[in-house]
């Protein structure tokens, strides 16, 4: 059976992204279509604060890409950031979500937090639990459009906090002629997995359209329970949530889900 996987690829690792990799150990076939395309901006002002740890109380990452932007800064000046800047920081709680934001971050020679969290609702329990009130400000690197919980949470309970928006998030241009190509070549598939709310914004509807009488037929995947809700809100049925944002979770999930075969229309044409 196939599984469609609306992601994006993980950047700097060889071989199979581990999400198709596990779901194959289940004999489940994936496909992943890239949802998004990315903008980083602001490096300059990004660089200026990353490199002065003295005027914050630690960091937050919630997502991949933020950490790409500092990755960005820090090679710029590696031999700064190794001699001095990378401990100062490290003396700091480095806050995250999701192992994959936490691998990126053990990368640039920091010490995570929060890894298992799995949601910024979650994290920020964590941070609002550990920090004083009186500390300069956690610095919150992030994307255009970020959603305002953690933010939010921090303030309702004192914990100071500056963000900066570092990459712009947009529709990945080949969305649609890929999803078509997708649905010419292999048909409507078992599962669609949605990794963001974003990716159900800009995928939801072509997916219907594609799907025709065949959407009641697929079973919807969410990586974590933000992405449910924003799935529920479109009138989705969610049938597989992944317990933690991980790739065996899912692969888990969707498995579960699947077991029962379920025979797809091998003629199926996309719906105009």
């Known amino acids: 059976m ?3 996987l609306l992601k994006e690829p993980r950047d700097g690792e060889s071989g199979p992204d581990p999400y198709i990799k596990e779901l194959a150990a289940h004999g489940l076939k994936a496909t992943l279509i890239p949802v998004l395309s990315f903008k980083f901006v602001s490096l300059n002002t990004l ?3 990353i490199f002065q740890p003295e005027k914050h109380g630690g960091l937050i990452f919630t997502s991949p890409r933020a950490v790409e932007a500092v990755r ?19 003396s700091k709680s480095v806050y995250v979500v999701g192992k ?8 640039l020679g920091l010490n995570p937090l929060g890894e298992d969290t799995g949601t910024a609702d979650v994290l920020s329990k964590l941070i609002i639990e550990r920090e004083d009130k009186n500390i300069p400000p956690l610095f919150f690197p992030c994307g255009s459009i970020k959603r305002e919980v953690l933010p939010t949470a921090l303030k309702e309970n004192g914990v100071p906090l500056e963000t900066l928006t570092v990459y712009q998030t947009a529709e990945h241009p080949d969305l649609e002629k890929n ?14 997995a949605f990794f963001s709310p974003s990716g159900v914004k800009f995928c939801l509807e072509v997916v219907r359209r594609l799907s025709g ?16 809700e924003a799935m529920r809100a479109e009138g989705l ?3 597989a949530v992944a317990v933690k944002p991980t790739a065996e979770h899912l692969s888990a999930a969707i498995h579960r889900v699947l077991s029962a075969p379920q025979t797809c229309k091998k003629d199926f044409k996309p719906q105009d």
């Open 2 to 4: 196939n599984v469609l």
């Open 47 to 49: 660089s200026d604060k």
């Open 72 to 90: 960005m800064c820090v090679d710029e000046r590696k031999q700064e950031w190794e001699a001095s800047v990378k401990e100062k920081w490290n």
């Open 100 to 107: 994959a934001t936490a691998a990126l971050v053990e990368n």
């Open 179 to 192: 999803l078509r190509n997708y649905f010419t070549e292999q048909g409507v598939p078992a599962s669609v």
């Open 213 to 228: 009488d065949q959407l009641a037929h697929i079973k919807f995947a969410a990586i974590g329970p933000t992405t449910e």
């Open 237 to 239: 049925t969610v049938n």
